[in-house]
């Protein structure tokens, strides 16, 4: 197991168009995380779920981003009609239930232009 | 009032000295603390973590937590430029999910 995977690394697009980012988590974590973190600031929470299962959104989460998580294994987070202003990175992290910390992916840097 | 306050730095430190990076927190009911290094470019990843008032050691590192004054510090001793990196404060909220500062830059120079 090599960790929390996440692809792409960077992703370009133009503004309006639609991207999605893939976290393959550690394996025998039950627990994935979203986080987006911009320039100078922490990350910040964005969705979790345990298993398959959503189970909590952030505010931040407008209704252009949806992310899923579809057989308990890796997850996808797809931002529609993208803004300059969704630029930043997009960490995955994961966890076991109760385990409290969590382990981040390398993350996925968007531009958007 | 932001959930968890941290002083942005820099803090210059010279090698082999003693950093002290501080953050506070709001909801007094909070009870796991961690603290994650994030070199620039990169992620963050875990170098501490604390449930109990008092400090915790490992290695050069040393947590400590007040839960009385709400706040939580990290020491690192022998300090070198390898520990530059921004350090993150967070707080463990529901579903295991962390609330983080905005981080403390530490600059360690020779």
């Known amino acids: 197991d090599t960790g929390v995977s996440q692809n792409p690394r960077h992703k370009i697009t133009k503004r309006g168009q639609n991207v999605t980012f893939r976290c393959d988590p550690i394996s025998e974590h039950n627990r994935l995380y979203w986080y987006r973190q911009t320039l100078g600031q922490g990350p910040e929470f964005l969705t979790y779920f345990q298993n398959e299962a959503q189970l909590e959104k952030s505010r931040l989460l407008s209704d252009r981003f949806s992310a899923e998580r579809p057989k308990g294994s890796f997850s996808t987070l797809e931002i529609q009609r993208t803004e300059q202003g969704d630029s930043a990175m997009y960490l995955c992290?994961?966890?076991?239930?109760?385990?409290?910390?969590?382990?981040f992916g390398s993350g996925t840097r968007l531009t958007v232009v | 009032q932001k959930e968890v306050e941290q002083n942005s730095g820099p803090l210059s430190v010279p090698e082999g000295a003693i950093a002290s990076l501080n953050c506070t927190y709001s909801?007094?009911?909070?009870?796991?603390f961690f603290w994650y290094r994030q070199y620039s470019g990169k992620s963050p990843e875990l170098i501490m973590s604390i449930y109990s008032n008092g400090d915790k050691e490992d290695g050069r590192f040393t947590a400590q937590l007040n839960k009385a004054s709400q706040y939580v510090s990290l020491l690192i001793r022998d300090s070198q430029p390898s520990d530059s990196a921004t350090y993150l404060c967070a707080v463990k909220r529901g579903g295991d999910k962390l609330i983080f500062g905005t981080g403390t830059r530490l600059q360690v120079f020779p």
């Open positions: 909801d007094r009911v909070s009870q796991s």
């Open positions: 992290a994961s966890s076991e239930e109760g385990q409290g910390f969590a382990t």
